[in-house]
């Protein structure tokens, strides 16, 4: 677990193991970043309950080798905080990853990312709501320059299109996954100093899988034994990539840096889609994509450069 900051070490993402912190957010939002791309080629292949419980057995089993040891020592610790854990495998594990491959079968990739947009501002009206931050015009100032970079990358720098905008299930299941996102970041705050980072981690998969497993066992509609090898390769990395990798990275930028800053990092994604889209299909990268681009990272760099877990880390 990180130690906090004290008032006079050097805050921002020059202080000691923030510049690590920082690059674990880049690479946690470059893996899910995969995982949306993944989730819409594979959504008609697999149903969003069968694909989310074999995403988190294979990041189960990737991290017991390394967590079981931890896992045990901490269970008197874990089960006299089943709430906690409950509220994590709930929110982080089963529903978050249920609603965007939900959505992904009826939305673009595209519009899924511009849905992401609201994650910054709800995980800061959240930390204000629960008198953990306060809200600074630097913070309002980050945010805003934030949106506008998405809406720039996401509209081609045509604003205008925006009024034509229209909400459908696609959107409806997103907006629910960005709720989920934020109460899951929010909780990482509160994550109790006695039970390891890793151990907390495949606490909170367990259980994710146990709400999961009975549902995908009655509703879930793939017959596994029919889908294809490249299929099983995307799901291996969902597992792996996007699932056990990432969300380590992501607590440990959360623990960190706290969740206000970090949650700036999800407006990443369309920057990385674009990139991605760049280098693997051959589309070309516009002005209104660099302008977005600029403005986002300009944003990140905005809000984590206050230091914020100088008063908000646990």
Known sequence: MSRPLSSDEPSGPLATGNGIALAALVLTVLLWSGN????????????????????????????????????????????????????????????????????????????????????????????????????????GAALLVSVIGVLILLTDGHLESLMGLKFGAGDLWMLLAVLAWTVYTLLLRASPADVPPDAMLAASMIAGLVLLLPLAGMWGTTDLTLLPLPVWGGVLYVGLGASLVAFWCWGFGVRRIGPEAAGFFINLMPVFSAVLAWLLLGETLGASQMAGAAAILGAIVLSSWRGPASKSVR
């Open 36 to 139: 949306f791309v993944a989730g819409r080629i594979m959504g008609g292949l697999i149903d969003p309950l069968t694909l989310t419980s074999l995403r988190w057995l294979i990041a189960l089993a990737g991290i017991l080798p390394f967590a079981a040891v931890p896992l045990w020592r901490s269970r008197r610790a874990l089960m006299r905080r089943w709430y906690f854990v409950a509220g994590l495998g709930l929110t982080g594990v089963a529903l978050f990853n249920v609603c965007v491959y939900s959505a992904l079968q009826r939305i673009p990739v595209a519009s899924a990312t511009l849905m992401l947009a609201v994650v910054p501002f709800a995980i800061l009206t959240g930390s204000v709501l629960l008198g953990k931050a306060r809200l600074r015009l630097k913070d």
